[in-house]
């Protein structure tokens, strides 16, 4: 088994928010003072996996990439699978949101100044929800703070909505498609 303790993972959209109702404008002609009230967005969370997650990276990958990496890749995507290649990364780490996993991220330190970010899966039902920006902005920090200078992925060419979300995110495609992805990449400051 891999270091799993120190583990610490792909299609977040665009969000659209409710419109306000009168109800709940705000009635005052003076500039609103800052408000405490919480972000639209709950905080995230991070931890490093555990067994006890395999479980929820199998489900939650399965629902979330099993068309889109079949349709990339005209293999089948399985749990063993999933698992396996999970197993063979450095860093596998839980997102959490009030003490809930909502996806995972994994991710391989290539050289000193380099990381592969090997994957990014967030539950459907959390997506266009502003959650995997908060993660990019997470992972870039951390990246930054252990001297990264560049952080290379992948991204499914059948997956649309992962591809614009990276884009969107700064990255850029950094080769030609192999095998049903596109090498992607982002270069820190």
């Known amino acids: ?12 959209r665009a969000s659209a928010k409710s419109p ?19 972000a639209t967005t709950p905080s995230l969370t991070f931890r490093p996996r555990t ?4 479980s929820f990276i199998s489900s939650v990958t399965l629902l979330t990439l099993k068309d ?31 003490g809930k996993p909502i ?3 994994c991710y ?27 993660v990019v902005e997470h992972f870039v920090a951390e990246a930054k703070k252990q001297g990264v200078r560049r952080i290379d992925g992948h991204v499914q ?8 979300f990276w884009m969107g995110n700064g990255f850029q495609v950094a080769g030609r498609e192999q095998n049903g992805s596109v090498p992607i990449q982002l270069q820190l400051d």
Not at 1 to 12: D, E, L, T, Y
Not at 51 to 54: E, G, I, L, V, Y
Not at 117 to 131: D, E, F, N, T, Y
Request: glycine residues 4%.
């Open 108 to 134: 391989d330190r290539t050289s000193s100044d380099r990381i592969y970010w090997g994957s990014l899966v967030i539950m459907p039902g959390k997506q266009a929800r502003g959650h995997g920006k908060q």
């Open 68 to 98: 889109v990496f079949e349709a990339s890749t005209s293999q089948p995507l399985t749990e063993q699978i999933i698992l396996h290649l999970v197993n063979q990364t450095d860093t596998c780490v839980i997102i959490e949101q009030r």
């Open 1 to 12: 088994m891999k270091k799993r303790q120190q583990k610490q993972a792909n299609s977040p």
């Open 157 to 164: 060419v059948k997956n649309e909505d992962a591809y614009h």
């Open 103 to 105: 996806g995972y991220y």
């Open 51 to 54: 067994d006890s997650d395999d």
């Open 20 to 38: 306000k109702t009168a109800k709940h404008a705000k009635r005052t002609t003076k500039p609103a003072a800052p408000s405490t009230a919480p």
